[in-house]
């Protein structure tokens, strides 16, 4: 049971554009979400979180925005950058929990064109 | 960047084999984790870390056991390594204490043959 979705597994967005990349969670105990960012060859980077508290958190080009109802995230990058293409997993996890884990997405695969 | 290392970057071995891969970190960071990355599937906990000697199970643990003796070390052993182990591991390390940032390793790509 997935409990956290990233259902677009691919997103092409023109430079300069905005990319939005989406993200939906089932379990209502998550408290806190982060976003990371991966190049091939490398590892995961930390890019943005934001707590349930919150229903936005911004951070220079990147936006994350949470619709707690509809359990669900967005990131949105503005403007884009070629840079900015490679895979975006949003995670998951619960202030309760004494393990820090978290619970990835499966991940979308962003495509900025110049 | 947080200082995490994995060793070795790459490797190649037979099914029936046992392989070690091992996570160093710098930051005396309490957690550590260890994932596998496949396509389809995003990032999977196999293993985790809440302390030295203090190791629990992740969602796809069964074929790995792991090991911590220090803070700085966490070991993730392949008893006998099967074609569906080939993946790509990530280690990671998260401080606690309020933070639940994840701070990823470079990667091991491991194939069975």
């Known amino acids: 049971d997935q409990q956290v979705k990233q259902n677009s597994p691919s997103l092409s967005v023109q430079e300069g554009r905005i990319s939005i990349l989406n993200c939906d969670y089932t379990?209502?105990?998550?408290?806190?979400f982060l976003w990371y960012k991966k190049y091939p060859a490398e590892g995961p980077t930390f890019l943005i979180s934001?707590?349930?508290?919150?229903d936005k958190n911004e951070d220079g080009r990147f936006t994350v925005f949470l619709n707690k109802s509809a359990k669900h995230l967005s990131l949105h990058i503005v403007p884009s950058q070629p840079g900015d293409s490679a895979v975006y997993f949003c995670?998951?996890?619960?202030?309760?929990?004494?393990?820090?884990?978290?619970?990835f997405g499966t991940g979308t695969l962003l495509a900025v064109q110049p | 960047d947080a200082g995490i290392t994995q060793s070795p970057r790459h490797k190649v071995t037979e099914t029936g084999t046992p392989v070690t891969l091992r996570c160093h970190q710098t930051?005396?960071?309490?957690?550590m984790y260890w994932y596998r990355q496949d396509p389809g599937h995003g990032l999977r906990l196999i293993h985790y870390?809440?302390?030295?000697?203090?190791?629990d199970k992740g969602e796809v643990s069964d074929g790995y056991s792991v090991s911590r003796s220090k803070t700085e070390d966490f070991l993730l052993t392949l008893e006998s390594a099967t074609s569906s182990q080939t993946s790509v591991y990530f280690c990671?390390?998260?401080?606690?204490?309020?933070?639940?940032?994840?701070?990823f390793g470079p990667g091991t790509r491991l194939t069975v043959t």
């Open positions: 995670a998951a996890t619960d202030y309760g929990g004494a393990t820090n884990k978290l619970i």
């Open positions: 379990n209502s105990m998550f408290d806190y």
């Open positions: 990671a390390i998260s401080a606690g204490q309020g933070r639940y940032e994840q701070y």
């Open positions: 934001i707590s349930s508290i919150k």
């Open positions: 930051e005396n960071h309490r957690y």
């Open positions: 870390s809440y302390g030295v000697k203090d190791t």
